[in-house]
């Protein structure tokens, strides 16, 4: 079974920036979307940022701007990088591939303080 593993993440202070990355374990079969979610009550989660099939990024509102997603197919990776924290950024970003059937990573946490 695919393994989504996130890195980076953390603290940073209003303005700041931060990176987080996601590697799939393996190859997905039929991969078409691939990005993050940030981890919300009875398991619904907003949509940060995605790179849908055409490579097409698709961002939420709020981050536009602030945050660029990217993503190596050859390395399985998809990475986010934040910038111009605010505080409302702060959460629990899920790593989210959907292929032959959608895959979670188990999140990694970025605190953003004033």
């Known amino acids: 079974q695919v393994q989504l593993v996130e890195s980076g993440g953390g603290a940073a202070q209003t303005g700041g920036s931060l990176t987080i990355s996601c590697t799939a374990s393996?190859?997905?079969?039929?991969?078409?979307?691939m990005g993050w979610y940030r981890q919300g009550p009875n398991n619904q989660h907003p949509m940060v940022a995605l790179?849908?099939?055409?490579?097409?990024?698709i961002y939420r509102d709020d981050v536009k701007g602030r945050f660029t997603i990217s993503r190596d197919n050859a390395k399985n990776t998809v990475q986010l990088q934040m910038n111009a924290l605010k505080v409302e950024d702060t959460g629990v970003y899920l790593c989210?591939?959907?292929?032959?059937?959608?895959?979670w990573g188990e999140g990694t946490q970025v605190t953003v303080s004033r």
């Open positions: 989210y591939a959907r292929g032959e059937r959608a895959e």
């Open positions: 790179i849908v099939k055409g490579n097409i990024a």
């Open positions: 393996e190859p997905i079969p039929g991969l078409n979307a």
